[in-house]
């Protein structure tokens, strides 16, 4: 989770950079800001899931600064000594509103909601897009990956190949990178279940457009495009003909 602070005091930035760091170290602090200009900036091109706001900061309040935005696609956190502001801050939908100094079993909570909104944010673009992909019986053009620190939009074709490792699955990409998703070989399949997808193995699934050759040697093997050699399982044999045979039409 990638998290912005808004606040005109150093030392209270510095202060609650230390309790995250000690409470919720995965939260990267990917910018501060201390202006409602500087935190329009920073936040529009950080593009943060998170944002821990001040209310009264250098140029204005926190208000005036969420007023920029034409859409608000982040959480908030209001941290301030300002308490008369609160109802107004929720009707920008802040996750919590916290009095400085910050408690930190409340800040605690409050980031603990802000995932939980996240995680249902994200639950309903995955259902969103299994929705478009169930009115079509082709491939899905794209599909909504989350990993440990962000949610990838990928389009489908630049999927090289999936390999399972235990209860998770790494996508490698026609990049060069990868994403590992806390989720099993066996659900992907099911969804990438056309022609263009092709399970050699119970532990790798292949995009048969970036497929090379079959080699028969040492009981088969499937070569790619980048050179990666997989194994081929000798049920699957004939089965992976009958997918490029299909696919080529």
Do not use: W
């Given at each position: 989770?990638?998290?912005?602070?808004?606040d005109?005091?150093?030392?209270?930035?510095?202060?609650?950079?230390?309790?995250?760091?000690?409470?919720h170290?995965?939260i990267?602090?990917?910018?501060?800001?201390?202006?409602v200009?500087?935190?329009f900036?920073?936040i529009?091109?950080?593009k943060?899931?998170l944002v821990f706001?001040d209310?009264?900061?250098?140029?204005?309040?926190?208000?005036?600064l969420?007023?920029?935005?034409?859409t608000?696609?982040f959480?908030?956190?209001f941290?301030?000594?300002?308490?008369?502001?609160?109802?107004?801050?929720f009707?920008f939908?802040a996750?919590?509103?916290?009095?400085k100094?910050?408690?930190?079993?409340?800040l605690n909570?409050a980031?603990?909601?802000?995932r939980?909104s996240?995680?249902a944010?994200f639950?309903k673009l995955?259902?969103k897009?299994?929705?478009?992909?169930?009115?079509?019986?082709?491939l899905?053009?794209?599909?909504l990956?989350k990993?440990?620190?962000?949610i990838?939009?990928i389009?489908?074709?630049?999927?090289?190949?999936?390999?399972?490792?235990?209860?998770?699955t790494?996508f490698?990409?026609?990049?060069?990178?990868?994403?590992?998703?806390?989720?099993?070989?066996?659900?992907?399949?099911?969804?990438?279940?056309s022609?263009?997808f092709?399970?050699a193995?119970q532990?790798?699934l292949?995009?048969?457009?970036?497929?090379?050759r079959?080699d028969?040697a040492?009981?088969g093997?499937?070569?790619?495009?980048d050179?990666t050699?997989?194994?081929?399982?000798?049920?699957?044999?004939?089965?992976l003909?009958?997918?490029?045979?299909?696919?080529?039409?």
């Amino acid at each position: 989770m990638e998290a912005i602070i808004v606040d005109d005091e150093a030392p209270l930035r510095e202060a609650l950079k230390a309790l995250l760091k000690v409470s919720h170290p995965d939260i990267q602090i990917a910018g501060e800001a201390d202006s409602v200009s500087t935190g329009f900036q920073v936040i529009s091109s950080k593009k943060p899931d998170l944002v821990f706001l001040d209310v009264e900061i250098n140029e204005g309040t926190a208000f005036d600064l969420l007023s920029k935005f034409e859409t608000i696609d982040f959480k908030i956190i209001f941290v301030t000594a300002h308490n008369e502001y609160a109802i107004r801050a929720f009707k920008f939908s802040a996750v919590d509103y916290l009095l400085k100094p910050v408690d930190p079993g409340e800040l605690n909570f409050a980031v603990s909601k802000a995932r939980e909104s996240l995680k249902a944010h994200f639950d309903k673009l995955s259902l969103k897009l299994l929705l478009e992909s169930s009115r079509d019986e082709r491939l899905p053009k794209r599909v909504l990956l989350k990993d440990h620190d962000s949610i990838h939009l990928i389009e489908t074709d630049e999927i090289v190949r999936c390999e399972a490792e235990g209860n998770y699955t790494k996508f490698y990409l026609a990049n060069g990178k990868f994403l590992l998703i806390s989720k099993t070989l066996k659900d992907f399949d099911s969804l990438f279940s056309s022609n263009q997808f092709f399970r050699a193995h119970q532990s790798h699934l292949v995009n048969l457009k970036f497929f090379l050759r079959l080699d028969k040697a040492d009981g088969g093997s499937i070569v790619l495009k980048d050179g990666t050699t997989l194994p081929v399982a000798t049920r699957k044999k004939e089965h992976l003909m009958e997918k490029l045979a299909a696919y080529t039409k």
